[in-house]
């Protein structure tokens, strides 16, 4: 997730995005898990608030930077010539196939 914004960023092979669509599906899972933990425990005192604020902050800036990764993959996706079907296959069978 740490690219250089601003300069032009290397093509991506259909692995690479599929790799990082990957990593992007656990660590949307991952955080989603911490939210619901932070959101279920009641703060004792203001401080206990204070630190759960801090930490949902934190949680809502990856998002922010996965969902800017995401978006990222997209365009890489878009600027790829679309790939032939392997035979045999009808055009809806593989996302990775045509578009």
Same mark, same amino acid.
């Not at 300069?7 to 991506?12: D, E, M, N, V, W």
């Not at 993959?73 to 878009?78: C, H, K, T």
């Given at each position: 997730?740490?690219?250089?914004?601003?300069? @032009?960023?290397? $093509?991506?092979?259909?692995?690479?995005?599929?790799?990082?669509?990957?990593?992007? $599906?656990? *660590?949307?899972?991952?955080? $989603?898990?911490?939210?619901?933990?932070?959101?279920? *425990?009641?703060?004792?005192?203001?401080?206990?608030?204070?630190?759960?604020?801090?930490?949902?902050?934190?949680?809502?800036?990856?998002?922010?930077?996965?969902?800017?990764?995401?978006?990222?993959?997209?365009?890489?996706? *878009?600027?790829?010539? @679309?790939? @032939?079907?392997?035979?045999? $296959?009808? @055009?809806?069978?593989?996302?990775?196939?045509?578009?």
């Amino acid at each position: 997730m740490q690219t250089a914004s601003g300069g @032009p960023q290397p $093509r991506l092979s259909a692995v690479e995005v599929e790799a990082e669509a990957g990593r992007l $599906r656990k *660590a949307c899972s991952l955080l $989603r898990l911490r939210m619901r933990e932070e959101l279920s *425990a009641a703060p004792m005192d203001w401080m206990q608030e204070y630190r759960c604020l801090l930490t949902l902050e934190g949680l809502q800036a990856m998002v922010g930077q996965c969902l800017h990764r995401l978006q990222e993959l997209r365009a890489a996706v *878009a600027e790829q010539p @679309p790939r @032939p079907c392997p035979v045999g $296959r009808p @055009p809806g069978a593989s996302p990775s196939c045509g578009g």
